[in-house]
């Protein structure tokens, strides 16, 4: 699995620039760069995976199949769920992968430390932990999910994502709070190369159109906005 840098992605990545529109899978739940993962950011600590949940998570992308781009980070020695910890390690996150792992799947898997490329047309979905942030960046960028919430508002946007919206896949934990590999390779296919899939690719097209209208001049994200100002210009 290489380590290139993606500060300027679009134009030296040649393997994300060769892979097909809608192709690539996006997994940032345990970001590495506090820039991406602002929700945390706010209160200086990291929510991070079990050494556990992030074997599963690597076993679990290598089983599906998929081409992926992994930010990854060390994982903490706490519960299958999250665990708060203050300072982030200075370890190396690769030392930490199942033996084998990286060599495996050369060719199929990338991992940076940056991941803004939800808009570029080879990435077909993104694994999120559902912070507001990256909620809406998916949204605006039409890009179908798979729910995985950490914490805090997290779980919540997750219902709105799966049930409400229908624009989200969510995998489910075992009796021991532990998403199994096999059941993260099943969501990441089905939200990839299945008619449910397909269905949540469209309601996400369907979003993104309705966000861009949104944020036109007369639009109702904008009206709002200016409402917000006047009241508050008049107080």
């Not at 949204?139 to 729910?147: D, E, M, T, Y």
């Not at 989200?168 to 008619?195: Q, T, Y």
Request: hydrophobic share 40%; aromatic share 8%; charged share 25%.
């Amino acid at each position: 699995m290489k380590s290139p840098n993606f500060s300027n992605w679009a134009n030296n990545s040649d393997w994300f620039k060769h892979q097909s529109c809608g192709r690539v899978r996006v997994h940032k739940l345990a970001g590495k760069s506090a820039k991406w993962f602002r929700p945390v950011r706010l209160f200086r600590k990291w929510w991070d995976l079990s050494f556990d949940q992030l074997t599963e998570l690597a076993l679990g992308l290598e089983l599906s199949g998929q081409r992926f781009i992994w930010v990854v980070r060390s994982p903490n020695n706490g519960p299958a769920d999250a665990a708060y910890v203050g300072n982030q390690s200075h370890q190396d996150p690769l030392a930490f992968l199942p033996n084998g792992f990286v060599e495996r799947i050369e060719g199929q898997g990338l991992e940076g430390t940056a991941a803004r490329i939800l808009s570029h047309s080879s990435t077909g979905g993104f694994l999120t932990h559902c912070g507001w942030n990256s909620t809406l960046e998916s949204i605006a960028s039409g890009i179908p999910l798979i729910a995985w919430p950490l914490f805090a508002e997290q779980r919540m946007n997750a219902v709105l994502l799966t049930e409400d919206l229908k624009v989200a896949l969510r995998p489910k934990a075992n009796e021991k709070g532990l998403i199994e590999r096999e059941e993260i390779a099943k969501v990441i296919k089905d939200l990839m190369a299945s008619e449910e899939g397909k269905r949540v690719q469209n309601r996400m097209k369907d979003l993104k159109i309705a966000a861009e209208k949104a944020l036109t001049g007369d639009g109702s994200s904008k009206r709002a906005l200016s409402e917000l100002a006047s009241k508050m210009a008049s107080n």
